[in-house]
């Protein structure tokens, strides 16, 4: 099977390059919700319930209840339609979409499903993300350092930062950072898929001796 596929990707040249393209690049949208760790999570400390009252009014005061839904929402749809913008600008992408009838709507139904459901899940799983960003502020900062943040997030700079915050992923020097990093990751498709091509082979050949 494993050769089957490779022998008849030539057929479907377009096809593997736009998803090649999109696999390489859509956990960095991924990675900016949450990063895994590159170790398993130190067992839990107790947390000072003082602090952690105060980081979690601290949480509220960051993403307050009422925007927060609409603050993960704007940040979602900035990162997908840069990546989305970093994809377009791709000649490989664009040779590929011409190649395959049809590819241009399929692409845009992907990034849909992806914006949805990425968006659906980070604001279904939030209560959980800001209890566990609570304590974690809890065990780090002290009593008077969590207040001292909530005393300059109450004040007229800080309730700038608190609305401008969530736009810094929509402007032009941030997009065209990240349609560099798009671009080069990119690159790096054909000859990662040579190396795939060539390790799978190698298998089968093991597999038969």
Known sequence: ????????????????????????????????????PPNAPAPATPVDPARLTAARALMDQLM????????????????????????TQSPELATAIDQEPGARAVFDRFMERQ????????I??????LDAMARAYARRFTLAQLNDMA???????GQIYLTLAPTIMADPDVGAWMNGLMTRSMQRVPDELAKLKAEIEALDKKGRH
């Open 124 to 129: 279904a799983n939030l209560p959980g993300m």
């Open 1 to 36: 099977m494993t050769r089957k596929f490779f022998r008849d990707r030539s057929a479907h040249s377009g096809v593997m390059l736009l998803c090649a393209s999109l696999s390489s690049a859509l956990p960095i949208a991924a990675s900016a919700q949450t990063a895994p």
């Open 115 to 122: 914006m949805t459901t990425s968006t659906n899940d980070l």
């Open 151 to 157: 005393t300059f997030f109450a004040t007229p700079t």
């Open 64 to 87: 307050p209840p009422a925007t927060r839904d609409q603050m993960m929402r704007s940040i979602m749809t900035a990162m997908m339609q840069n990546i989305t913008r970093s994809f």
